[in-house]
T-cell receptor, first 114, second 116 residues
Framework: AQTVTQSQPEMSVQEAETVTLSCTYD???????LFWYKQPPSRQMILVIR??????QNATENRFSVNFQKAAKSFSLKISDSQLGDAAMYFC???????????FGKGITLSVRP | DTGVSQDPRHKITKRGQNVTFRCDPI?????LYWYRQTLGQGPEFLTY????????KSRLLSDRFSAERPKGSFSTLEIQRTEQGDSAMYLC??????????????FGQGTRLTVV
């Protein structure tokens, strides 16, 4: 079974600074997708960024980028120029290429200091 | 596109009562998922539908839980004889698998269930 591990329960960053959120996963599959989702307080979960395992290039979406290390099964999220609106819980998630359900990590609470 | 809608947003019920939640997916999304999220944890998969067919159920989904998706549109999740351990946020998501690989799941705001 696939597992996703987020070992840091909380992190804090100064506004305008850069922060990296860690995630590791375990799988024996070669075809899969990785995601970072953001869940603001009392609001719905939204997709931040996705990475296809077959792509060597790290995904980037504006201020958000990932460091995908396939051999190490590591998938970290870097947030540049942090903004107050980035404060939320962030979940790392895995999806098999053969199945559409998501397996989530426990999440990390990110706070942004003004 | 109004997003995934869930009703009710909050539900307080007494132990032993039955509850039913509704999810309206994004129109044209033929896949619909139910997840459960407890405090401080990530969402856990419960079940998913492709159109009206329930394709997979988690072991977390005990006999007291049943989900339906008649006509492949909205879905309901019923919990019979609720227990305090059922208190959680129940999330619904939908996706369209034919819009490219790795297509994202769109989540609703969830139904928060409190069993007293």
């Amino acid at each position: 079974a696939q597992t996703v591990t987020q070992s840091q329960p909380e992190m804090s960053v100064q506004e305008a600074e850069t922060v990296t959120l860690s995630c590791t996963y375990d799988t024996s599959e070669s075809d899969y997708y990785l995601f970072w989702y953001k869940q603001p307080p009392s609001r719905q979960m939204i997709l931040v960024i996705r990475q296809e395992a077959y792509k060597q290039q790290n995904a980037t979406e504006n201020r958000f980028s990932v460091n995908f290390q396939k051999a190490a099964k590591s998938f970290s999220l870097k947030i540049s120029d942090s903004q107050l609106g980035d404060a939320a819980m962030y979940f790392c998630a895995y999806r098999s290429g053969a199945n559409s359900k998501l397996t989530f990590g426990k999440g990390i609470t990110l706070s942004v200091r003004p | 596109d109004t997003g995934v809608s869930q009703d009710p947003r909050h539900k307080i019920t007494k132990r032993g009562q039955n509850v039913t939640f509704r999810c309206d997916p994004i129109s044209e999304h033929n896949r619909l998922y139910w997840y459960r999220q407890t405090l401080g944890q990530g969402p856990e998969f419960l079940t998913y539908f492709q159109n009206e067919a329930q394709l997979e159920k988690s072991r977390l989904l005990s006999d007291r839980f049943s989900a339906e998706r008649p006509k492949g549109s909205f879905s309901t999740l019923e919990i019979q004889r609720t227990e305090q351990g059922d208190s959680a946020m129940y999330l619904c998501a939908s996706s369209h698998p034919y819009r490219g690989e790795g297509t994202e799941a769109f989540f609703g705001q969830g139904t928060r269930l409190t069993v007293v």
